[in-house]
């Protein structure tokens, strides 16, 4: 009898636990930011390997917070949830980097003047990389930013920079060894090459930007003790689409 006294006593806990997380994710993830200006530009985000937009409310709100008047576009991308498909095959991901180039070239053409920013989370940033790379000549961007993305280092980012007027931001961190470190090592980037992640590393610019001139463009932002100290975050996979991280640290490279 006390053995099952026990078991209903944490059943209980068990359920108020799922239910305090379930709110807990509602209001930090799923509600979306207050409506934008178009005018003032478009921030089109691209979730990681899960293709799926629920975890980005709160960077929306990060964003907004942090003063971007424009409006935003969650872009899902892929098969829910099915991870090593999104990342793993070749022609599934060349077809997502056409549509959400497509997207983007839409965007461009309705107001030419209108700032497009990019910012993607690990597999989306990968995703990102591919589209504005294959985009038609005319179609320009004006900052991309990519967060833990899945890309090899020395991945050629020269067709990408000619497309962004301002800049390609690549904001890593070493101490993401577990998926961009031994994960992409294993099962590959999005760009197909078993390696440590430049979301990790860092990207190698000799490599990745042949040209001197054209290395200005891009910014790289490595993970410190400061991110640790006021967001909580200790530079892992983790947290990537955390208020207080995007807020801080992703936000004002935007």
């Not at 430049?198 to 790289?220: H, S, T, W, Y």
Request: aromatic letters at 8%; proline letters at 4%; one cysteine or more.
């Amino acid at each position: 009898m006390k053995i099952k006294v026990k078991i209903k006593r944490h059943k209980k806990k068990i359920v108020l636990f799922l239910a305090a997380l379930i709110v807990y994710v509602s209001a930090t993830c799923c509600i979306p930011a207050s409506p934008g200006n178009s005018q003032k530009g478009t921030a089109i985000l691209v979730p990681g390997m899960t293709g799926q937009p629920w975890l980005l409310g709160g960077v929306e709100r990060a964003l907004r917070d942090s003063g971007y008047e424009g409006c935003f576009i969650r872009h899902t991308w892929g098969k829910p949830f099915m991870i090593f498909t999104n990342l793993r095959e070749k022609n599934h991901k060349n077809e997502q980097a056409e549509l959400l180039a497509e997207r983007i070239e839409k965007i461009y053409k309705e107001n030419p003047s209108r700032p497009i920013d990019l910012v993607g989370y690990s597999a989306g940033g990968g995703l990102i990389v591919k589209a504005i790379e294959s985009l038609p000549e005319d179609i320009r961007v004006r900052n991309v930013t990519l967060v833990h993305s899945a890309v090899a280092p020395e991945h050629d980012l020269t067709a990408a920079l000619s497309h962004i007027d301002g800049k390609l931001k690549n904001v890593c961190s070493d101490a993401d060894w577990l998926f961009l470190g031994l994960g992409t090592s294993s099962f590959g980037t999005v760009d197909d090459v078993n390696t440590r992640a430049a979301g990790m590393i860092g990207f190698d610019l000799d490599a990745a930007v042949p040209d001197e001139q054209m290395r200005v463009k891009v910014k790289q932002v490595p993970w410190d003790m400061g991110q640790l100290l006021t967001t909580g975050r200790w530079g892992g996979h983790a947290l990537i689409y955390g208020y207080k991280f995007n807020k801080n640290y992703v936000a004002n490279k935007i």
